[in-house]
């Protein structure tokens, strides 16, 4: 049963235009959010969280949006370059544990 | 660097041989993680040390599978008798002590013929 779920292997969007990446979990004692970042031949790298306590963090070109109603959290990336051309994983966890649930990633792809 | 290194990058074996994946974490970093990514799936959590606390096995797919870390730092994942659906890229993370911020390791890319 998987408790982190991205739905969409894959998102091609063109340079400058926004890139909205999905992210669904089941469990409901999930409170803490993470987004990671992964080229090929590389490890992921983390580049944004969000606490249940918020519905909204931003760091630059990167916002991510929870919705604990209705289990949902979404990556948006403005404008989309193609260096973020990756594949982006969706990570969860509860009650300060340091053990992270994954989802299977979207891979994203920004085209010039 | 101060990252998180593992080694070999690559390893080819056969059927039913033993193979051993190595875990340089970050310094200080008192938490570590295994986790590996078969083809088209996500991060599968295997095992997590976090101290000198008793790690939490619960992620290991059967008893082929083993884990140590010594002195609190390098960790050494083992994999027995291995199989053909053992191969995948095998993930190394580490993290501070009450941080769910991982920082992981390159891979291995383990591939049983």
């Known amino acids: 049963d998987q408790q982190v779920k991205q739905n969409s292997p894959s998102l091609s969007v063109q340079e400058g235009r926004i890139s909205i990446l999905n992210c669904d979990y089941t469990?409901?004692?999930?409170?803490?959010f993470l987004w990671y970042k992964k080229y090929p031949a590389e490890g992921p790298t983390f580049l944004i969280s969000?606490?249940?306590?918020?519905d909204k963090n931003e760091d630059g070109r990167f916002t991510v949006f929870l919705n604990k109603s209705a289990k949902h959290l979404s990556l948006h990336i403005v404008p989309s370059q193609p260096g973020d051309s990756a594949v982006y994983f969706c990570a969860a966890t509860q009650g300060g544990s340091e053990k992270l649930v994954f989802g299977k990633g979207t891979k994203l792809t920004v085209n010039p | 660097g101060a990252g998180v290194s593992q080694s070999p990058s690559n390893k080819v074996t056969e059927k039913g041989k033993d193979v051993e994946l190595r875990c340089d974490p970050i310094s200080g970093h008192t938490a570590l993680y295994w986790y590996r990514q078969s083809l088209g799936q996500g991060l599968e959590f295997l095992i997590y040390f976090q101290g000198n606390s008793a790690p939490d096995k619960s992620g290991l797919p059967s008893d082929r599978f083993s884990a140590e870390r010594t002195g609190g730092s390098v960790s050494t994942l083992t994999i027995q008798r291995t199989q053909q659906e053992d191969s995948a890229v095998y993930l190394c993370a580490s993290s501070l002590v009450d941080s769910a911020e991982q920082f992981f390791g390159p891979g291995t890319r383990l591939t049983v013929l």
């Open positions: 969000i606490s249940s306590i918020k």
């Open positions: 469990n409901s004692m999930f409170d803490y």
